[in-house]
């Protein structure tokens, strides 16, 4: 027998789905459905990379024109999640992410088939924006459809969805590879990725809702009773006088820095931006990487990408099942130091050690980046902030991460040019000790808060408590 729910206010219903057993199959459904978008975000971001020669020899590009390439959807990315985050909490979730598919499928197909550089740009730039709009939502979905005690849980499965697109992309390439197409393969590659966006968007037309928190604010409590009771196993009664929908003041990106928000906002910002920067500046460049170490050609270079990425998934796969106990905080202070370590010890020991044992160092330092740092910026703005503004961090801690991307893209083929892997690793491993020190100087966990009042918990760290 269904359980029954008497809902008067908002908070009533914050409550319930905070509440609320995050177990059932429809809600690990819903979480993963919502996640399918950041496996279409990572595909699109990755796919060029490995079959970056392929497109170098058949547009022939220049060096400066094959960055512009690599950049160009981060640019987009950029102006995607500035823009959505505020149209996700104007428009509401499910609305965002459903249409924003629609862009990744033929933005994808026309990438695909561009017939020079000038179309390819374009194309590419509104996969970018498709990807911007894409995150804020996706992350604020997850974080207002689970309970309290799995929300770091849920939402932190975005890296390993993230990491499982990168191992799908050296597949599709490799099995594209062995069909002999040449200097096509980067078409193949791109274009391949509006078969997983169709994909993904027929299970969001088959189980997505709306987030029931967004409706609640924006739709009315009527509204929000029918999403939990097509969601949940409950019968909600709002009694006739709350039967009204509400009409909420309009949000800007200033409610994340006014005061009690100002320190979690800014630590948001430094580890989403510093470990995307991190990220697209190693992982993106595996290939690169793995060619320098490898030096045997195309078909290694794809293996040796696809193993060291699977050390993603280990790292993201299994960092969602310590987050309720240690806290997203903890998790991306021991990233950071594994990562920098790792970085070190490959930048000191090149050519002393075997090959195999420098593709391990950068196997756990994709391990460390996906455990700690790397899921930890975009999952501390999505559990940072009430409802009323949560697309806005979220979009807020993703146009920061799209800052970092552009610098991690254009800044590595610049410094390995200049001064070899070795040195460009050592000088890389600053940017997770600049994380690590951020993280010891502001103290913010965000798991387990209470933020859905509006007031910050007396148990946030000094750094925020002095804003008060």
Request: proline share 4%.
């Given at each position: 027998?269904?359980?029954?729910?008497?809902?008067?206010?908002?908070?009533?219903?914050?409550?319930?789905?905070?509440?609320?057993?995050?177990?059932?199959?429809?809600?690990?459904?819903?979480?993963?459905?919502?996640?399918?978008?950041?496996?279409?975000?990572?595909?699109?971001?990755?796919?060029?990379?490995?079959?970056?020669?392929?497109?170098?020899?058949?547009?022939?590009?220049?060096?400066?024109?094959?960055?512009?390439?690599?950049?160009?959807?981060?640019?987009?990315?950029?102006?995607?999640?500035?823009?959505?985050?505020?149209?996700?909490?104007?428009?509401?979730?499910?609305?965002l992410f459903t249409i924003d598919l629609f862009l990744f499928?033929?933005?994808?197909?026309?990438?695909?088939?561009?017939?020079?550089?000038?179309?390819?740009?374009?194309?590419?730039?509104?996969?970018?924006?498709?990807?911007?709009?894409?995150?804020?939502?996706?992350?604020?979905?997850?974080?207002?459809?689970?309970?309290?005690?799995?929300?770091?849980?849920?939402?932190?499965?975005?890296?390993?969805?993230?990491?499982?697109?990168?191992?799908?992309?050296?597949?599709?390439?490799?099995?594209?590879?062995?069909?002999?197409?040449?200097?096509?393969?980067?078409?193949?590659?791109?274009?391949?990725?509006?078969?997983p966006a169709l994909v993904v968007l027929a299970l969001r037309?088959?189980?997505?809702?709306?987030?029931?928190?967004?409706?609640?604010?924006?739709?009315?409590?009527?509204?929000?009773?029918?999403?939990?009771?097509?969601?949940?196993?409950?019968?909600?009664?709002?009694?006739?006088?709350?039967?009204?929908?509400?009409?909420?003041?309009?949000?800007?990106?200033?409610?994340?820095?006014?005061?009690?928000?100002?320190?979690?906002?800014?630590?948001?910002?430094?580890?989403?931006?510093?470990?995307?920067?991190?990220?697209?500046?190693?992982?993106?460049?595996?290939?690169?990487?793995?060619?320098?170490?490898?030096?045997?050609?195309?078909?290694?270079?794809?293996?040796?990408?696809?193993?060291?990425?699977?050390?993603?998934?280990?790292?993201?796969?299994?960092?969602?099942?310590?987050?309720?106990?240690?806290?997203?905080?903890?998790?991306?202070?021991?990233?950071?130091?594994?990562?920098?370590?790792?970085?070190?010890?490959?930048?000191?020991?090149?050519?002393?050690?075997?090959?195999?044992?420098?593709?391990?160092?950068?196997?756990?330092?994709?391990?460390?980046?996906?455990?700690?740092?790397?899921?930890?910026?975009?999952?501390?703005?999505?559990?940072?902030?009430?409802?009323?503004?949560?697309?806005?961090?979220?979009?807020?801690?993703?146009?920061?991460?799209?800052?970092?991307?552009?610098?991690?893209?254009?800044?590595?083929?610049?410094?390995?040019?200049?001064?070899?892997?070795?040195?460009?690793?050592?000088?890389?491993?600053?940017?997770?000790?600049?994380?690590?020190?951020?993280?010891?100087?502001?103290?913010?966990?965000?798991?387990?808060?209470?933020?859905?009042?509006?007031?910050?918990?007396?148990?946030?760290?000094?750094?925020?408590?002095?804003?008060?």
């Amino acid at each position: 027998m269904a359980e029954s729910l008497t809902v008067r206010t908002k908070r009533d219903i914050i409550d319930f789905v905070n509440s609320h057993p995050t177990g059932s199959r429809r809600a690990k459904i819903l979480a993963f459905v919502a996640l399918g978008g950041i496996f279409i975000d990572a595909y699109d971001f990755t796919s060029i990379g490995i079959g970056v020669d392929s497109l170098q020899s058949q547009l022939s590009l220049t060096p400066f024109e094959v960055g512009t390439v690599t950049a160009i959807m981060a640019f987009g990315a950029l102006v995607g999640a500035l823009v959505g985050g505020y149209v996700v909490e104007r428009v509401g979730r499910y609305k965002l992410f459903t249409i924003d598919l629609f862009l990744f499928v033929v933005a994808a197909l026309g990438a695909g088939l561009s017939p020079n550089l000038g179309w390819l740009l374009f194309f590419r730039f509104f996969l970018g924006v498709g990807v911007g709009l894409d995150m804020p939502a996706s992350l604020s979905f997850v974080a207002e459809f689970t309970n309290s005690s799995n929300k770091g849980k849920y939402v932190n499965f975005w890296q390993m969805m993230w990491y499982c697109a990168t191992v799908c992309t050296g597949l599709v390439v490799l099995v594209v590879f062995f069909a002999g197409v040449g200097n096509d393969l980067w078409r193949w590659a791109v274009g391949f990725g509006a078969v997983p966006a169709l994909v993904v968007l027929a299970l969001r037309f088959r189980y997505a809702d709306e987030s029931p928190m967004w409706a609640a604010h924006h739709l009315g409590l009527e509204e929000a009773a029918k999403i939990l009771e097509k969601n949940y196993d409950v019968r909600v009664n709002v009694p006739p006088l709350e039967e009204r929908a509400t009409r909420p003041s309009r949000v800007r990106y200033g409610a994340i820095f006014q005061r009690g928000y100002r320190a979690r906002t800014t630590l948001a910002s430094i580890i989403s931006g510093l470990q995307s920067m991190e990220y697209y500046a190693v992982g993106f460049y595996l290939p690169t990487i793995s060619a320098l170490i490898l030096g045997k050609g195309l078909l290694y270079v794809i293996i040796g990408t696809i193993v060291i990425n699977l050390f993603g998934i280990l790292g993201g796969g299994t960092q969602p099942f310590f987050t309720p106990r240690f806290g997203v905080w903890k998790l991306a202070v021991i990233g950071c130091a594994i990562a920098a370590a790792s970085l070190i010890l490959a930048g000191i020991t090149k050519g002393v050690i075997s090959i195999y044992l420098q593709g391990l160092l950068l196997g756990i330092f994709i391990l460390a980046h996906s455990f700690g740092q790397g899921s930890q910026g975009k999952t501390m703005a999505a559990l940072s902030y009430p409802t009323e503004f949560r697309g806005v961090g979220t979009g807020w801690a993703e146009a920061m991460s799209r800052v970092g991307s552009i610098f991690g893209f254009y800044v590595f083929p610049l410094v390995l040019a200049a001064v070899g892997l070795s040195q460009t690793l050592l000088y890389l491993a600053a940017i997770p000790l600049i994380m690590l020190a951020s993280l010891l100087l502001i103290r913010w966990e965000p798991v387990g808060q209470d933020v859905e009042s509006g007031v910050p918990s007396p148990l946030e760290p000094k750094a925020l408590a002095s804003e008060e």
